[in-house]
Every structure is written in structure tokens, then in C-alpha cells.
């Protein structure tokens, strides 16, 4: 169909969104097979229910009366949050080769240094909370002012294909005051003028009305690879479909049916910031399952299991009589005893209370705790998790099993979100790095000893024979006399002893600029960070196999008395290190290829600069 203008295109994208909202929260789902159906957005509003207590079917049953909710899906997910944590300062860089230790180590401060001023830790915390509840959770990261700003997007904000999320357009539904607006650098003015006219209270993806504020206006921020046309207009880029933003808005006319469009900004971007991560995938679901969506069946038993408990001891709490006088026919006693009224009936018609006592509360009971036990076998959690004491002459062996038996299931989370947070650093977070690297500016970080170790030696090195040449320079200029070999290596000693005091009154931590290690800008000694280097997120925890190991094998080396290791001893030891994940063979050959000078007991030359602050 040909198009003579973009304000056709206008009409046409702000009509594909209206359908695609339409069709999200129409609830028809998705047939993934003969007997499964997939609502997302039924899912996403259930479990927000769920993690506030509330009923999807209301609050009072048909009698008007109040239903309990007996909530099990907050522990649950709380459990998945905590077991499958990834803290900040756990995620490094380490080197591929034995050349890149330095660079890896510098790479890993930089990267400190860019977490450390975007609040990272709030942002993995973010993160894991989203997909400990829902299976699954969309980041997204952004440039603005020199920034990079990652952020997780709630899923009651987004419109997006239930079943294929990266090959469909992608909807942010954004709720902006008049004021972010126009601070929004980009947006065509004129529109968000237009626009601002008209304000609305803001409201959910269904239109239902969240409060009475009118300052908001709802806007949708569109991503995706879409034809060209859409950004120029023309007809002949109906073929070519590059990646690109939208950002739009539209309001109901006075007509019915129609609707005023408004495009506040257009244009190509550099792959999509969205990105989705899950706990564990499923396949042909945007939407995995999470600890709540698992306790769907149980958390709907055990509260009706409840409410029939709740609605018997109620019953029980009453005194109800009967009585075959017929002055009482039509009225009810029970409300006439309450009140205090006198109850008046003809002689010899008795009045006798009604046997109301509840019964049979142990089988609703154990109802409810088979569902509860079903749900923790559903979501991998044991009694021990949820902090309750194992049965009396229970073995302490047997509890630890059955922890480590259960502590599986999350190591294979573990592992999926270590993947995809490894991807999210290649995809966005050093790119960025190594663009606002072309500086010499100082970094610093608080560094492990064997990081300290590591950088102290080149630095100690370098520094060394930077001042003993300029002195050697500056006595050749004065005297004419020329050091000996023997006078420079023992000045270079008695200058690196200097420098080495004065960096270990820093502690544990260093500052660094590029000419520290090489003449060079950051930008040049990462030329290939991504791809040379390789990222790695450790556990928050040691293995205590993996510490008993370690130090067995610290044991073993001891024993030695200085014997290098054959080959095949070597090789066995490397092992063992892949094995325990805690130090990598490449650490323990650069530890041991590059020894520290050797200490002197003469005191510090005054060459030797003053100690660094």
C-alpha cells in the first residue's frame, strides 16, 4: 500500500500498537499445544495478586463474607531471591591467556569503578527479585549524558509477543509528567506541546484509572526491526528494515472509533536496549515459570481449605437454638439473642441449642499442608529453608543432604543468570567501557591480595626504572660519572623497597592511570576487552569441599621443600584448581613467573619516592 506522507506512517504505527495492546490484554492467551493455553498478561496480574494477598475473585464470598488468604508464594520467592543472589563485587574479569592478567585486572577496576557510580548492586538486587517471582525479567540499558543506565522494566509496563520476545516488536508503556516531557532531549517539542494539552489521570495497560492525578500522559516507547519507511516516509524503504525507536501517543477524538496519533520522536538505534533473561527457559514462552506462577494450585487450595476452616469455627463461635413454637416462625432467634431481646413462646414448647460444634478441622488441615507440601516439592524448597526444625532424632546429615539435594536446582538458576548477566557486560556494559576510554584519567579500586600482588610488580618495576634512569640522567649531567651495572640493579632494589612501603600503607587499595603499566590510553590497552578477556561471576559463598581442598593441596606443596612439580603432578594440580573454581592455574604460573623483589634489611634509599596517598 503506498504511502504520500509520514503522517500516513503515523497513523499506520500508532495503529499496529493499538491492535498490539488490544490483543495482550484481550485474554485470549496463546495455544502453545492441544491442552495448554498461555495468558501472559492473566499470569503477570495473577502474581501481583498473589504477592499482595488478594483474591482474583474478590474479596467476600457469596454470603458477603470475608476470605482469608492464607499467603505461600512470598517465602517461596523470597527463597529463590536469596539462593540465586549475585552480589557486585563477585563479578570479574579474568584473563584467557597469561599475557592479559594486567588487563584483565585493569578491565575489572574500570568496570568496579562504572557499577560503583550506577548503583549496580541495587540493580542485580532488582534483577533477581524480578525473576525469583516471575521466572523471567527484561533489563534494559541506556545512554544518556555520557551514561550508561541499566535499569529491569516491570512486566505490568510492557506489550510484548507472548511467545517469540526477540524477533517482535517491543512496547514500553511509560507514564510522564509534563515536566519529563520536555527534558526529554530528541522529542519533537511541537508534539509534546500538542500532547500536553490534553492530559489523562494514568492508568493501567486495561485503561483502568490507578488515581485521580491528571498531570500524567501515557506514551509508548517502541522498539524493533521494522521497515525503513517508518523513519523517512518513503516509499522505496518499504524493503529495508533496520532497528529503530518510536516513541508515540494517541488519545481518543471526539468521533467514535478514531483517535488523535502523536509521534514525539523517530529514529535508527543501535540494536535493541531490551533485553529478556530467565531463571530457566521454556520453550515457546516469553514468560517462564517462577516461584509464584508454580504455586498458582496450591496457594488457590490452601486458602479454600481456610476459608472452610474459618467459615466452621465462625459457625462453631455462635449460640443457635430451634424451637417448634410457631410465634418464632419467620424470625430469627439468634439475631433476637444478641440484640437482648426476650424471647417470649407458648408453655410447653421447649427451646434446645443446636449441636453447631465444628468437626473434622484435622482433615482440612491436612488438606492444606498435603497442597503446601506439594508446592515446596513443585519449587525445590525444603523445610529446612523456610527456617523450620527438623523432626526430633532427625540425623544432622540428613538435613545437610537434603539442603545440598535441594541447593541443585538453584546452581542450575545460578548458572542461567550468570550467563545472561556475562551477556548483558558483552552486549552493553563494555562496549560503553571501552567508547569513554580514550582518556588517561586516574581509577581507583579496592583490589584481593593477590590483585595487589599481581599489579605491584609491574607498577613496582616499571616506577623503578623510570627514577633510577632520570637519576642516572641527572648524576651523568652533573659529575659525568656512569653507575655500574651492579650500582643500577641495587639502586633499582633499594627505589622499588620505597615504593613498595608506600603502597602498602594503601591497604587494599590502588590508584591507577594507563602509564602506570604501558604509555597508552585505556581506550588502546583494551582494544579487544570483550572478546580477549573472559568475565567471571563467582558464588557468594565458598564451597567447603572446594576450602578443604585447597587446603589439603596447600598442604601437599608445603611438603615438597621447594621440589618443582613433574609434569604429570602439574597437571593434576591444574585440575584440581579448574575443579574447586576458586583459583585459576593462570593466577598460580603468573604468581609464580613473576617473583617479587627480594626483601633487603638495609633501610629505604632516598631515592625511593614518598609513600603514595
Not at 528494515?241 to 472509533?257: C, N, R, T
Not at 468437626?359 to 525445590?380: C, R
Not at 526430633?392 to 548458572?415: D, H, P, Y
Request: charge should be negative; glycine fraction near 6%.
Amino acid at each position: 500500500m503506498p504511502y504520500k506522507n509520514k503522517e500516513k506512517v503515523e497513523d499506520e504505527l500508532c495503529g499496529i500498537v493499538r491492535k498490539l495492546e488490544s490483543d495482550y490484554t484481550s485474554g485470549n492467551g496463546v495455544v502453545l499445544s492441544k491442552y495448554v493455553t498461555v495468558d501472559m498478561y492473566e499470569d503477570i496480574n495473577k502474581i501481583q495478586a498473589y504477592l499482595n494477598s488478594k483474591h482474583t475473585s474478590g474479596e467476600t464470598d457469596a454470603l458477603g463474607r470475608e476470605k482469608p488468604f492464607f499467603n505461600i508464594v512470598v517465602a517461596a520467592s523470597n527463597i529463590w531471591y536469596r539462593a540465586t543472589e549475585i552480589r557486585q563485587n563477585k563479578i570479574k574479569v579474568r584473563p584467557s591467556k597469561s599475557k592479559d592478567t594486567i588487563d584483565s585486572l585493569l578491565a575489572s577496576i574500570h568496570l568496579q569503578d562504572w557499577m560503583k557510580r550506577e548503583n549496580y548492586g541495587l540493580f542485580l538486587s532488582q534483577w533477581g527479585r524480578t525473576l525469583a517471582r516471575y521466572g523471567s525479567a527484561v533489563v534494559k540499558y541506556v545512554e544518556k549524558e555520557g551514561k550508561l543506565i541499566p535499569s529491569v522494566i516491570p512486566w505490568d509496563r510492557l506489550i510484548v509477543d507472548s511467545v517469540d520476545f526477540d524477533k517482535n516488536i517491543k512496547i514500553e508503556v511509560l507514564e510522564l509528567t509534563e515536566s519529563e516531557l520536555y527534558q526529554r532531549k530528541g522529542y519533537d517539542m511541537t508534539m509534546v506541546q500538542k500532547l500536553c494539552d490534553a492530559k489523562s489521570t494514568r492508568k493501567t495497560l486495561d485503561r483502568t484509572q490507578v488515581d485521580t492525578k491528571s498531570e500524567y500522559i501515557r506514551v509508548y516507547e517502541v522498539h524493533g526491526n521494522l521497515p525503513l519507511r517508518y523513519i523517512t516516509g518513503k516509499n522505496k524503504d518499504d524493503d529495508t528494515y533496520v532497528d529503530q525507536m518510536h516513541v508515540i501517543s494517541f488519545l481518543a477524538s471526539k468521533e467514535k472509533g478514531s483517535y488523535d496519533d502523536f509521534t514525539l520522536y523517530s529514529g535508527r538505534e543501535n540494536g535493541c536496549p531490551l533485553m529478556i533473561t530467565h531463571l530457566i527457559p521454556e520453550d515457546g514462552m516469553t514468560l517462564s515459570t517462577g516461584s509464584v506462577k508454580y504455586l498458582f494450585d496450591s496457594q488457590w487450595m490452601v486458602n479454600h481449605g481456610v476459608k472452610s476452616t474459618k467459615d466452621q469455627l465462625d459457625l462453631a463461635s455462635k449460640l443457635i437454638f430451634q424451637t417448634s413454637d410457631p410465634s418464632f416462625q419467620g424470625q430469627n432467634a439468634l439475631a433476637a439473642i444478641e440484640t437482648g431481646d426476650i424471647l417470649v413462646h407458648l408453655p410447653n414448647q421447649p427451646i434446645t441449642q443446636v449441636n453447631n460444634a465444628s468437626h473434622d478441622i484435622t482433615s482440612q488441615q491436612s488438606f492444606g499442608n498435603q497442597w503446601k507440601a506439594l508446592g515446596n516439592e513443585l519449587t525445590g524448597i525444603s523445610e529446612s529453608m523456610l527456617g523450620n526444625t527438623a523432626p526430633s532424632g532427625t540425623a544432622w546429615r540428613q538435613v545437610e543432604a537434603l539442603l545440598q539435594q535441594n541447593q541443585t536446582l538453584f546452581e542450575v538458576m545460578k548458572e542461567n543468570k550468570k550467563w545472561y548477566l556475562i551477556n548483558q557486560l558483552r552486549t552493553y556494559v563494555l562496549p560503553f567501557l571501552k567508547k569513554k576510554m580514550d582518556t588517561s584519567k586516574e581509577v581507583s579500586a579496592t583490589l584481593e591480595a593477590y590483585d595487589i600482588d599481581n599489579i605491584d610488580r609491574k607498577y613496582i618495576k616499571n616506577k623503578s626504572i623510570e627514577i633510577v634512569n632520570k637519576k642516572m640522567i641527572k648524576d651523568v649531567l652533573a659529575s659525568g660519572d656512569v653507575p655500574t651495572p651492579e650500582q643500577q640493579t641495587e639502586m633499582t632494589q633499594l627505589v622499588g623497597q620505597g615504593i613498595q612501603q608506600g603502597l602498602s600503607e594503601q591497604g587494599n587499595q590502588r590508584f591507577f592511570i594507563p602509564s602506570d603499566v604501558d604509555d597508552t590510553t585505556w581506550k588502546e590497552q583494551f582494544k579487544n576487552l570483550e572478546w580477549e578477556l573472559d568475565i567471571d561471576v563467582k558464588d557468594e559463598q565458598v564451597n567447603n569441599d572446594a576450602a578443604t581442598t585447597l587446603t589439603t593441596l596447600f598442604k601437599m606443596l608445603g611438603g615438597l621443600q621447594g621440589r618443582p612439580l613433574t609434569p604429570d603432578e602439574k597437571m593434576v594440580m591444574n585440575k584440581i584448581l579448574s575443579l574447586t573454581g576458586t583459583v585459576s592455574p593462570l593466577e598460580l604460573a603468573s604468581n609464580s613467573t613473576q617473583p617479587l623483589p627480594p626483601p633487603q634489611p638495609s633501610p629505604v634509599s632516598p631515592l625511593a619516592p614518598q609513600p603514595v596517598t
